[in-house]
């Protein structure tokens, strides 16, 4: 079983991506918006889960998703073990635009990301995505349905 894990807020489109995502595939767990409160959220989920996907907010995404690769803290570095080529793949079938980054962001989804890939060794991805605002009426469906 997977987690989905987005960020708190009323009109966070990672929270609804999340929720959604995890009503048929998995558990959902929303992250305090604070450095301090994230880790403490990621360290007390259950080792049970086998994957970790991360929805994080970036303003200037339109209707599109970035993929994040790797995830830095200090002068440390976490790369996923998850296959975002094949991921990849899954969004591009669902008609969603994509693209792939290896550089890390050092705002707080890049903090996430860092204790989700410590916490699941690895299998762990951080998808960021526009702002609800900044996604069509048919994002979340096409999301859902790269994840069926």
């Known amino acids: 079983m997977n987690i989905f894990m987005g960020f708190k807020g009323k009109n966070n489109n990672s929270s609804l991506i999340a929720q959604t995502l995890a009503e048929n595939y998995g558990h959902c767990l929303l992250l305090t918006n604070s450095f301090c409160g994230l880790q403490k959220d990621i360290e007390e989920v259950a080792d049970a ?13 339109r209707n599109e998703i970035r993929i994040e690769t790797i995830a830095q803290k ?5 790369r996923t073990k998850i296959d975002f080529q ?4 899954r ?3 669902a008609g969603i635009k994509y693209s792939v980054s290896s550089t890390p962001t050092f705002y707080l989804c890049n903090e996430a990301y860092w204790f989700a890939l410590q916490k699941f060794k690895g299998n762990a991805i951080l998808i960021h995505i526009p702002t609800v605002k900044n996604a069509d009426e048919n994002f979340v469906e096409n999301i859902k349905r790269a994840f069926a």
């Open 49 to 61: 889960y086998q994957a970790a996907f991360l929805f994080g907010i970036d303003k200037t995404l």
């Open 74 to 78: 200090n002068s440390g570095k976490c």
């Open 86 to 89: 094949k991921l990849s793949g």
């Open 91 to 93: 969004f591009d079938a």
